[in-house]
């Protein structure tokens, strides 16, 4: 049985060990804060193209045209631009001072962005629909907005800090089979609905989307 003298001079060392083990536990389960993007800094409605290349350096912040669906092009803030892993695109209001966010564009199911409510890219539909708190409708595959995911009148729709969630969402193959082309398109589909989840729908391209300046 130990005494009480030897529990007293251990017992400094199993408060630090106490304090920090679940720290240590907390930092090896959550993605790093380095690729968390949130309606909030160092994205929030007021960040700048300055603000980023002051947190993530010069090299790794340029601007330049992206593509965007349907064949148009915008002007963006980009991210880690050569690496797809880590590739991150903001638009903004300002497109001058390049300031005020507009829209925050993360691509691609292996990419590393972490978003609101722990959302990332790869989730399935149903992951996405228990954060949004209620099944949502997307659109038919096969076509320029394919699998957009429609938002309005989910917890998505306004989140802390201002900005609203997007997304997309693909299927293997890209277009359903045969007996499922009903969901090819200019249709929209409900995120629950049985046969949709046959096809096992997970999100490629996540969006935030802040209002213009002075909007309701």
């Known amino acids: 049985m130990m005494s009480a003298t030897v529990f007293s001079r251990l017992l400094p060392g199993l408060v630090i060990l106490f304090l920090v083990t679940p720290t240590l536990a907390q930092e090896s389960s959550n993605p790093p804060s380095r690729y968390s993007v949130e309606c909030r800094p160092p994205f929030g409605h007021t960040a700048s193209h300055a603000d980023l290349v002051k947190r993530y350096g ?18 963006a803030t980009i991210l880690f631009a050569k690496d797809p892993s880590r590739r991150l ?45 209620r099944p949502f409708k997307i659109n038919g595959f096969g076509f320029d907005v394919a699998g957009a995911g429609h938002f309005d009148e989910t917890a998505l729709a306004r989140l802390p800090g201002g900005c609203a969630f997007g997304g997309y969402f693909d299927i293997e193959g890209g277009i359903p089979p045969e007996p499922l082309k009903h969901f090819n398109g200019d249709v929209e589909i ?8 046959t096809l096992k729908p997970r999100l490629w391209i996540f969006t935030l989307t802040y209002p213009a300046p002075g909007a309701d």
């Open 58 to 75: 010069a090299k790794n912040v340029t601007f330049g045209t992206v593509n965007r669906e349907g064949g148009e092009e915008a002007k």
């Open 190 to 197: 409900d995120s629950n609905d049985p046969d949709l989840l």
């Open 89 to 133: 695109e903001i638009e903004w209001h300002d497109g001058r001072k390049r300031r005020r966010p507009s829209t925050i564009t993360v691509f691609g199911e292996a990419n590393q962005w972490v978003g609101p409510l722990g959302i990332r890219n790869g989730m399935t539909i149903q992951e996405i629909a228990a954060r949004a708190g």
